[in-house]
């Protein structure tokens, strides 16, 4: 068969003619059809499960602040040093590790 190369920027492909098919030929097969599960369902819900992610993740995101803000204002309101001040009182504050173990 024929060789053909295909450049494109910094990538070279070489590509060998086997026959020639009509485009409409049933048995042609390139190889890069893929009927995997994953690949069926990412082809049909990809984007809501992007978009379940992010909302998912922001969520997350949002809960770790508050829970870790909440954190330093109770040990404000028991006394305790403040973090810019130098205090490390926090860390013995279980609310502030679950804001920022989430």
Do not use: M
């Not at 020639?20 to 190889?31: I, K, Y």
């Amino acid at each position: 068969g024929s060789l053909i190369t295909l450049s494109c920027l910094s990538h070279r492909v070489v590509c060998q003619v086997i026959s020639s098919a009509g485009p409409a030929d049933p048995a042609q097969d390139n190889g890069t059809s893929d009927s995997s599960w994953i690949t069926r369902l990412e082809n049909n819900y990809g984007f809501y499960i992007g978009l379940g992610l992010a909302v998912f993740s922001s969520f997350l995101i949002g809960s770790s602040v508050i829970l870790k803000k909440k954190g330093l204002l109770r040990l404000v309101e028991k006394g305790g040093t403040r973090a810019g001040d130098g205090g490390h009182g926090y860390l013995k504050d279980w609310l502030w590790w679950a804001g920022l173990l989430t």
